[in-house]
């Protein structure tokens, strides 16, 4: 097996403890060691030594909510209408722009179309292409007129989601997705204020929500939800939706359930769809003042209180900001952190967590993900200076001195 020592490194491992100068050894996928510095402990001839004078080691991060298929493109049309040939090209290349800017674990949060994600995250484990560790997601679940139902009814369908009607057509989709072979699936059960459905309504029925987690149960699959409203929200905890997407307009009602089961639910806002659609969509049609009269300033105000409240309460908040939109573009993922720490009040030391020790949380590999310690695998970020002096280093891919992904380099460090 290679091996690899990282020597004169600054180790942020992902515990909550604070960074110390030491050296990390990596043999085959696995981290075998790790201790102070100098540690005195002899070295395989064979092993692969990378002095990182003076740079932080932390672990890959993860992104919670996660379209390989969003094509930075300016409307919902545009996505579902794109064929699927370019559309498999684009979401390859998405995959390895996550692994690019140091991502090495990603949640689907919604395919354009069935199979997109299956085929992509198939394609990464088989080593054909890079990108992150992937969960996989189907399209979106809507109710007839719920979000994403783009679909004028004299015309075939062409829109990015599953549309169905009542509990039976659930079960029909919810079946057939997971034959495709995804781990999770997706339920809209909130509108969004660019679409004809408002983000306060709650479109989905309790008898299809019901449906659609018995049949996820049954085969071992998880559900998130598209959850802005506050009913949305407590249908997540009433029916155990463990992915809450959004949560934008919690009532206090909502906010107690989730406190009272926050070791059931991950929450992951999308911050970079709020506040760049207020302050950074102008050159495509959305100005502050439109994005104001969408309601969309009245919403990011609402979710930065909500969100602040959530952290206050330890309910399990994590970065992931719909990336993926014109306004959004892949590669800009890191906006999350710098955000969690100017606009909701996290250090920058949680802040990190919430994108590395919970994203192996929501992975399902808690003990192997997401840490820096032995036993865990050797998903590595080598960074050019220190997140907790300013998490916005993570923006700039330059400071990425070298990416490990499985205890291979996807980039390469410079010394060796």
């Known amino acids: 097996?290679?091996?690899?020592?990282?020597?004169?490194?600054?180790?942020?491992?992902?515990?909550?403890?604070?960074?110390?100068?030491?050296?990390?050894?990596?043999?085959?996928?696995?981290?075998?060691?790790?201790?102070?510095?100098?540690?005195?402990?002899?070295?395989?001839?064979?092993?692969?030594?990378?002095?990182?004078?003076?740079?932080?080691?932390?672990?890959?991060?993860?992104?919670?909510?996660?379209?390989?298929?969003?094509?930075?493109?300016?409307?919902?049309?545009a996505i579902g209408m794109m064929p699927v040939e370019e559309h498999v090209l684009a979401a390859m290349c998405n995959a390895k722009t996550f692994l690019d800017c140091g991502y090495t674990m990603c949640v689907g949060a919604a395919a354009a179309k069935p199979r997109l994600d299956v085929v992509i995250r198939n394609a990464i484990n088989k080593g054909q292409i890079p990108g992150p560790r992937y969960l996989a997601n189907g399209p979106e679940i809507a109710t007839i007129g719920g979000l994403g139902d783009l679909n004028p009814s004299h015309l075939p369908n062409y829109t990015f989601v599953e549309v169905i009607n009542g509990p039976e057509e659930m079960r029909r989709t919810v079946r057939r997705l997971i034959k495709e072979g995804v781990d999770l699936l997706k339920l809209n059960l909130s509108g969004e204020e660019i679409t004809s459905v408002r983000a306060e309504e709650t479109p989905m029925a309790d008898d299809e929500v019901a449906m659609a987690v018995s049949e996820a149960r049954r085969r071992g699959r998880r559900i998130c939800g598209h959850a802005r409203s506050a009913e949305s929200i407590k249908m997540c905890v009433r029916y155990g939706i463990q992915i809450i997407y959004h949560a934008s307009f919690a009532d206090e009602e909502a906010l107690d359930m989730l406190e009272a089961a926050k070791d059931k639910h991950f929450v992951a806002p999308a911050l970079s769809w709020l506040v760049q659609t207020c302050e950074g969509a102008s050159a495509f049609g959305i100005t502050p003042e439109i994005a104001r009269s969408m309601g969309y300033e009245r919403e990011l105000e609402c979710a930065l209180k909500t969100m602040r409240e959530m952290h206050k309460r330890g309910i399990r908040v994590l970065p992931g900001g719909d990336y993926g939109f014109a306004w959004t573009p892949h590669g800009?993922?890191?906006?999350?952190?710098?955000?969690?720490?100017?606009?909701?009040?996290?250090?920058?030391?949680?802040?990190?967590?919430?994108?590395?020790?919970?994203?192996?949380?929501?992975?399902?590999?808690?003990?192997?993900?997401?840490?820096?310690?032995?036993?865990?695998?050797?998903?590595?970020?080598?960074?050019?200076?220190?997140?907790?002096?300013?998490?916005?280093?993570?923006?700039?891919?330059?400071?990425?001195?070298?990416?490990?992904?499985?205890?291979?380099?996807?980039?390469?460090?410079a010394s060796a």
């Not at 020592?5 to 981290?31: Q, Y």
């Not at 992104?63 to 298929?69: P, R």
């Not at 030391?349 to 840490?371: F, R, V």
């Not at 993570?394 to 380099?409: E, H, T």
């Open 332 to 413: 800009t993922y890191a906006k999350d952190l710098e955000y969690f720490v100017h606009r909701i009040g996290f250090t920058p030391m949680e802040a990190i967590l919430s994108a590395t020790k919970l994203g192996g949380q929501i992975m399902e590999m808690p003990d192997s993900l997401g840490q820096v310690r032995p036993g865990f695998l050797a998903d590595l970020l080598l960074v050019d200076g220190n997140p907790l002096d300013d998490v916005r280093i993570l923006q700039d891919r330059s400071k990425l001195l070298a990416i490990m992904k499985d205890g291979v380099f996807h980039k390469q460090p």
């Open 1 to 77: 097996m290679a091996t690899t020592l990282f020597t004169n490194v600054r180790i942020l491992d992902a515990t909550g403890a604070l960074p110390f100068r030491g050296e990390v050894l990596v043999r085959g996928n696995r981290i075998e060691r790790v201790s102070p510095e100098p540690s005195g402990t002899p070295t395989d001839p064979e092993t692969r030594m990378i002095d990182g004078n003076g740079a932080t080691l932390m672990p890959g991060l993860c992104d919670a909510h996660t379209h390989f298929s969003w094509t930075n493109m300016a409307t919902l049309d």
